[in-house]
């Protein structure tokens, strides 16, 4: 009770989490504050603090019950509520939604929904933030028909947000994998007179990508094409992610030259995808080739360009090439990670040339603080190497400490040595 009542001293700091209550008072149980004597005081304090809404007798408790429901305390949420109402105020919209959420987010979902007929049958307009909450929870839940019943109930009572309902259910449809209730819910979307949106178009692309096959996304890249609606950089990393999990490099660049090897606004994305399709083959006369026509059509080349290639030269130890990208690198002033490093070593160490690491570090400054700024989706083609994997886990383990990329090196090496010494000596 003292907690809570504590707690209520202040809604407008709750609303926005900015108050901590001490933590000595965190220790009562929370049966102390739940029951009738505990609800009738913070109601009293409630009265005397205003929050009665003139003649009306409205009610505004929602930013105790966000509290209530942070605290996994819905139960006392729902004795305060009851409480108010036994005495003839009426909670107001904000109150009523914050309830909702209260019981979605401790799995509530039936409560939740009591709240949400209680909304929609009195003159109260739902926002569709709160509907996108809640449909979220039956997502989470699995409860795909009734975000389906959700969503007839909104469009039914015609709330002028029918566009972005469809979107949020084509939405929770996607995340959880259900193609078939998307793509009907789509048709149903069009049917009705409304537009798909750029934001609704590239994530039917995505969800495809990630849960459908190569055949139904590429599909629906085609009806994304047709309906004029620009695929964009979500999108475009979708799809490639898709391809290169089945290792189909030649039809990744196929797509790639489809959405344009002239588009700007994705930065270098699709060059570098380009490139990474070659790489993955270790088409190394291409991969130079379309190095060179990036250049040529004015693009600049960024760490991940350099690294594709940094990484198809290490796997093939072309160790002169790979001092040349280095060259190319510090002249174009884009400063090497930790993939970068690990390239090196690994290309070196394989071949036992130890003795020569000086002459590719000494174009780098290995005194830098090791950091990873490769596009991730090299590494679904290429994966880690040993030194990326090792220095990681090196750097997980002592956060606490901050490494060079010179200690790093002597560390690898070492581990190196002992594990080659390890060997003969069996």
């Known amino acids: 009770m003292e907690v809570l009542s504590f707690l209520s001293s202040s809604p407008s700091l709750l609303l926005f989490g900015s108050l901590k209550p001490k933590p000595s008072r965190l220790s009562l149980r929370q049966n102390d504050s739940s029951n009738p004597a505990s609800i009738r005081k913070i109601t009293w304090n409630w009265k005397k603090r205003g929050n009665i809404r003139g003649a009306d007798k409205y009610v505004e408790l929602a930013s105790l019950i966000h509290v209530l429901g942070r605290k996994r305390m819905p ?60 449909m979220d929870a039956y997502r989470m839940m699995g409860r795909f028909d009734e975000i389906m019943r959700l969503l007839n109930e909104v469009i039914s009572r015609d709330f002028n947000m029918c566009p972005q309902i469809y979107s949020l259910a084509i939405s929770c449809f996607g995340k959880g994998g259900q193609l078939e209730l998307m793509e009907a819910m789509m048709k149903e979307m069009v049917s009705s007179g409304y537009a798909v949106d750029s934001a609704t178009g590239n994530a039917f692309i995505e969800y495809y990508s990630i849960f459908g096959s190569l055949t139904d996304m590429e599909i629906a890249y085609g009806r994304l094409k047709r309906s004029r609606i620009l695929i964009e950089e979500d999108g475009i990393r979708a799809v490639a992610s898709a391809y290169i999990r089945k290792k189909s490099f030649y039809k990744l660049g196929e797509f790639l030259r489809d959405v344009g090897l002239a588009r700007r606004n994705v930065g270098n994305l699709i060059w570098n995808l380009l490139l990474l399709s070659y790489a993955g083959n270790f088409k190394m006369k291409t991969l130079q080739r379309e190095f060179l026509r990036m250049l040529e059509s004015g693009f600049s080349p960024d760490l991940t360009t350099f690294n594709i290639r940094a990484l198809a030269f290490s796997k093939m130890s072309l160790f002169w090439d790979i001092h040349l990208s280095l060259e190319h690198m510090k002249h174009e002033r884009v400063i090497p990670d930790l993939v970068t490093f690990g390239c090196i070593l690994d290309a070196y160490l394989d071949k036992k040339l130890g003795r020569n690491l000086d002459f590719a570090l000494n174009a780098m400054d290995i005194d830098d603080v090791p950091q990873v700024l490769t596009d991730p989706l090299v590494f679904e083609v290429f994966g880690k190497g040993d030194f990326h994997l090792t220095s990681e886990a090196l750097l997980e383990s002592n956060r606490w400490r901050k490494y060079t990329y010179r200690e790093l090196i002597s560390i690898y090496v070492k581990k190196q040595y002992r594990s080659n010494q390890i060997f003969w000596n069996y």
């Open 75 to 134: 139960h006392v949420a729902e004795q305060l509520f009851l409480e108010m109402k036994s005495e003839g105020f009426q909670p107001n919209l904000a109150t009523l939604s914050a309830l909702m959420l209260c019981y979605a987010d401790n799995g509530l979902l039936s409560q939740a929904r009591s709240i949400w007929d209680e909304i929609i049958n009195s003159s109260f307009v739902p926002n569709i933030e709160l509907v996108a909450y809640l």
